[in-house]
């Protein structure tokens, strides 16, 4: 009787043709795992879709809330923008699948998992490390990385065998998506010369079709995670929801970026994210006004190493568990109501309030009520100015002059 493998299935051409691939070589029984992180798919058609390929059994595994608040809201309250650009939707998402693949493959006593990743992408390596640190006794198979065929071949084995795929050469986008992004990549847009065309964009609409007049929201915060929009509480899976549909809507979340990828070149990515920017430029809004000076810097050089590490598919690791604990700490006072004002594409923080606030208006204003002690600076100049002043009458100016 042929041993299991547990496959991560979503329905697209790899995955469909790796059903009946692993099949033929490796002489394993497929079992399709399709977790439903935002999708937003037809999932009991995905299901039916594995089953009629080949599949023994087809799970499909509602991973939302997991996904939220476990993954999202932690890169959130980090502030993880992988080159300052992307926010890592497809990146987060893959530990939470091995994670699931893992879980999946101990309850059918499987041998292996299985995904569908290229040898040249970065979510091979984010699986496959994940499942090292899991469970590395577990063999992992990647078919669309062993078996050689160019994507036009993929697409001609999946029609040789009536395999149904959602691509065509015509149109051979490889897209993934989820509650946090959508990634579109392949075909016209590996020329990095070329503007991304319509067609490619889904979650937000061009300046053109996008509303005259601009669109306002206010997001609550509590201890750094969003809470609120327009004062109405919401579960977090529903206020992404509704951000991914406001935010588009005024054409907000598009993004272009040369990304370095972790395998060693550049690919050109495009993104649509509407929430995760709106939340991302609220959240550092928050901060901004309820964190230090010291604590926001050190912060940001956190958020780069964080973001690096997602990215890197290090999310099982102990580094990762030393930077949350940080991140989570610095989030104690991160509370409070971001305003922002999008039009156009363009989202802009045009407000800003929390009870923790240390933006105080007596030290700040220039008018009437002005408590701070201007008789103090000339003290507090002398003192920091002091080694300049020290340095320039021991070894002169020559030499700042000139430079």
């Known amino acids: 009787m042929p041993g299991k493998v547990v496959l991560a299935y979503s329905g697209g051409l790899d995955t469909s043709v790796a059903i009946r691939w692993i099949k033929e070589k490796y002489n394993l029984d497929v079992v399709a795992v399709t977790v439903d992180v935002g999708n937003e798919r037809e999932f009991s058609a995905i299901r039916q879709k594995a089953l009629n390929v080949g599949a023994v059994k087809a799970l499909v595994l509602d991973a939302k809330e997991l996904f939220v608040n476990h993954f999202i809201f932690p890169a959130l309250k980090a502030d993880a923008l992988y080159e300052g650009q992307y926010p890592l939707a497809t990146a987060l998402s893959r530990p939470l699948i091995a994670k699931l693949l893992v879980d999946t493959a101990r309850e059918e006593e499987a041998k292996a ?210 930077l949350a604990a940080y991140i989570q700490s610095s989030q104690r006072h991160v509370t409070g109501t971001v305003r922002l004002k999008l039009y156009k594409g363009s989202s802009s923080v045009v407000g800003r309030k929390s009870p923790s606030s240390l933006y105080s208006h007596g030290l700040a204003t220039y008018a009437k009520g002005d408590v701070f002690d201007q008789s103090a600076s000339a003290g507090f100049i002398h003192i920091w100015g002091l080694p300049v002043k020290t340095q320039a009458q021991v070894q002169g100016t020559e030499s700042l002059e000139e430079g």
Not at 133 to 146: N, Q, S, T, Y
Not at 183 to 205: M, N, Q, R, Y
Not at 235 to 247: R, S, W
């Open 113 to 322: 998992v299985a995904h569908g990743c290229t040898g040249k992408g970065n979510d091979q390596v984010r699986i496959e490390v994940s499942v090292n640190a899991l469970a590395p006794d577990l063999k992992v198979i990647a078919p669309a990385r062993e078996w050689g065929m160019t994507r036009e071949e993929t697409i001609n084995y999946a029609q040789r065998y009536d395999i149904p795929v959602p691509v065509t050469v015509a149109s051979p986008y490889s897209i993934d998506e989820n509650l946090w992004g959508r990634s579109i990549e392949c075909g016209i847009l590996e020329d990095p010369w070329v503007e991304p065309p319509e067609e490619a964009f889904a979650w937000t609409k061009s300046a053109g079709e996008t509303p005259n007049s601009p669109g306002y929201v206010e997001i609550g915060f509590e201890q750094g995670t969003p809470v609120t929009i327009d004062g109405q509480k919401m579960d977090g899976i529903t206020l992404i929801q509704k951000l991914n549909e406001l935010a588009g809507g005024h054409g907000v979340g598009r993004i272009d970026h040369l990304e370095n990828r972790l395998v060693g070149i550049k690919s050109r990515e495009i993104y649509e994210a509407p929430a995760a920017m709106v939340l991302l430029q609220a959240h550092q809004a928050l901060q901004a006004m309820t964190l230090s000076k010291e604590q926001l810097r050190f912060k940001q050089r956190v958020a780069v190493e964080y973001a690096d590490l997602v990215y890197n598919g290090l999310w099982f690791t102990s580094l990762h568990q030393d």
